[in-house]
């Protein structure tokens, strides 16, 4: 069947129509164009268009214009030979509903003559793009949704630049060159029809804007042969990418690296990178993205190696977790760390805002754990930390000091160790490191939550443990705001708020045996007692420990000595009963010998 003659020709139809090609050729000189709601199906054979060319603006070469046409399209070829030579050229356009896309779009073919570019928009079923005579470039001039397999062939070039680019067909082979660097392009794998691989011996312009998953059955970048592909952005709205090391982020010079993992609305599980992909910002530095996921999240293969972001922006109502070492945090935007809504829990790790100019933004979210910010000169900052009950901030008000300096707030939900009387302090503790710096400090508590019913919230002092004794701060408490101030501090370690008269109760588990050495003493000699006092493990001192050992009535004018050892101290010498004041450090222990006569008239059991 053939169709026209002239560049200008075009086969279309009415509202209703129906194509059905089964097999065979059918050519046609310039468009298949139908504007109205019309059906296509296809099952076979070969759909030759733009033999002679087409010369339209506007209007496609290949095109179902209509938002509701149906493309049924089960096997055989759709073969474009001549680009569009209209003003504004167009060389596919299918906009219809896709029933089925099994079949092949190739763009040019032996014939094509002088103009190598075609431009396409909408839904593709497989697409290769012919290099046979010479190479050709196919171009988005719109987004373009590809339900089928994608073949850029040896030598040519698939233009994607300022587009969206849909990728749902099980293979994407790229032995030529993809291109899409421009603002707003993304290279977008969304799956719904299985697994997709993205293979190829060819190469992707650097950088690509955005390289995209969202595909729950996963992408593969493979063989490992396969070229890296250098991108700007790496978005995970489901499952996840397999063979990330092929995955480069950033390009260096100027550029930024970007991670996103989740979207608002997720609906799906976010899985990531399989290993860690190559980051290499420029000056834009990394920003990582924690969007809104089913749960939270563990750090993993998207933190880069240096652990150095210029953002870090969580999204996600979910927790998230620190793992692998500190972070640093380091840009100079408003919101460089926004914490959302969500805890950040630090663990052992430390996460560091290292910026003069950057903010620290958040709705109810703040960090659980260690919360480090640097200093480059007098001024206020607010640490924004908190423990699993609740939000606790520190203000830390840096009044003089060496500059740069960096401060160290963690919240402890615990009364601080040791405290006595255990009813007048709070069930909260700080611990605050600020080298260098005089401050004044700011700590919030939690109303009615850190309050024990025995205590008077208007009687709460400030104290710091220096050592093992609490030192009274004083301070200027704010009950109705539930903090209080503590002003000129230049030591730093543990604060925590309690009533006047709070001590240091040393705690240890001390240890003490007593022996003779023998089953049976005869009246009118001597017996020897071996008493040792010690505190093997502490976890405090014990110092100033009474020891004390009533001989019994048959001994008659017993006399002792006493040997400390690993620190530990005791009166050298005695006679009479033991009551001696001892100090027993960690792992120090004291031993009493003593020599006790047994009176000549004693009988029955000797007891000590």
């Known amino acids: 069947f053939n169709q026209g003659t002239l560049a200008s020709h075009s086969m279309r139809g009415g509202t209703g129509a129906v194509f059905t090609f089964e097999g065979g050729t059918l050519n046609f000189a310039a468009q298949f164009s139908p504007q109205n709601a019309v059906t296509y199906n296809q099952s076979g054979g070969t759909v030759n268009v733009g033999l002679v060319g087409n010369s339209q603006s506007n209007f496609g070469t290949f095109e179902l214009f209509s938002g509701t046409a149906s493309f049924n399209m089960t096997g055989g070829s759709i073969i474009i030979h001549q680009a569009s030579t209209g003003a504004t050229p167009i060389d596919f356009q299918n906009l219809g509903t896709v029933v089925a896309a099994t079949g092949t779009v190739q763009v040019g073919s032996t014939s094509t003559a002088t103009n190598f570019n075609f431009r396409l928009r909408g839904r593709l079923p497989n697409l290769v793009i012919d290099n046979t005579t010479n190479a050709k470039t196919a171009t988005a001039t719109a987004q373009l949704t590809i339900f089928g397999s994608t073949t850029i062939n040896t030598g040519t070039t698939f233009v994607i630049d300022g587009q ?136 993993g293969n998207e933190m880069p190696p240096s652990r150095t972001l210029t953002t870090l922006n969580i999204l996600n109502p979910n927790d998230i977790t620190v793992a692998g070492g500190d972070v640093t945090v380091n840009g100079a935007g408003a919101g460089a760390l926004s914490l959302g809504t969500a805890r950040l829990i630090t663990g052992a790790n430390v996460v560091y805002f290292n910026s003069a100019a950057g903010t620290v933004t958040r709705v109810t979210g703040y960090v659980l754990g260690n919360f480090r910010k640097s200093y480059a000169a007098v001024g206020t900052k607010t640490f924004e930390v908190g423990t699993v009950n609740g939000y606790s901030p520190v203000d830390v008000n840096a009044t003089a000091g060496t500059f740069p300096s960096d401060v160290t707030v963690t919240p402890v939900q615990a009364k601080a160790p040791n405290i006595a009387p255990q009813g007048g302090a709070i069930d909260r503790h700080w611990n605050v490191t600020a080298p260098g710096v005089t401050a004044d400090l700011t700590f919030t508590y939690l109303d009615p939550t850190d309050l024990p019913v025995t205590l008077t919230e208007a009687n709460l002092v400030l104290y710091r443990l220096d050592g093992m004794t609490y030192t009274n701060l004083g ?53 020897t007692y071996t008493i040792v006092a010690s505190n093997p493990v502490g976890p405090d001192p014990a110092n100033g420990v009474t020891v004390a050992d009533t001989f019994p009535a048959e001994c008659v004018a017993p006399t002792w000595t006493c040997v400390g050892a690993a620190g530990g101290t005791c009166t050298a010498a005695g006679a009479g009963n033991i009551n001696d004041l001892v100090d027993l450090p960690i792992g120090a222990s004291v031993t009493y010998t003593a020599q006790s006569p047994i009176s000549a008239a004693a009988v029955g059991n000797l007891v000590n």
């Not at 969304?190 to 059955?217: K, S």
């Not at 970048?221 to 397999?242: D, E």
């Not at 903090?483 to 008269?501: D, K, R, V, Y």
């Open 164 to 299: 969206v680019c849909l990728i749902l067909g099980p293979t994407f082979t790229n032995n030529g060159t993809l291109t899409g660097t421009t603002v707003g392009t993304r290279f977008y794998f969304l799956g719904g029809q299985g697994p997709t691989t993205y293979t190829g011996t060819g190469t992707v312009t650097a950088p690509l804007t955005a390289f995209e998953v969202d595909n729950i059955a996963g992408v593969t970048i493979a063989p490992a042969t396969v070229n890296s592909i250098v991108a700007s952005r790496f978005n995970n709205f489901s499952g996840g990418l397999t063979g990330s090391a092929k995955l480069t982020l950033g390009n260096g010079g100027a550029t930024t690296a970007v991670v996103q993992l989740g979207l608002t609305g997720v609906t799906q599980v976010v899985n990531g990178f399989d290993v860690p992909p190559v980051f290499n910002a420029g000056t834009g530095g990394v920003i990582l993205i924690y969007a809104p996921e089913l749960t939270g999240r563990t750090t």
């Open 475 to 527: 301070g200027t408490l704010n009950a109705a705001a539930n903090n209080i101030l503590g002003a000129a501090i230049g030591t730093f370690g543990l604060f925590t708020l309690a009533e006047p008269g709070a001590v240091f109760l040393q705690i240890s588990d001390l240890g003490i045996t007593k022996t003779d050495g023998v089953v049976s003493s005869v009246a009118g000699s001597t017996t």
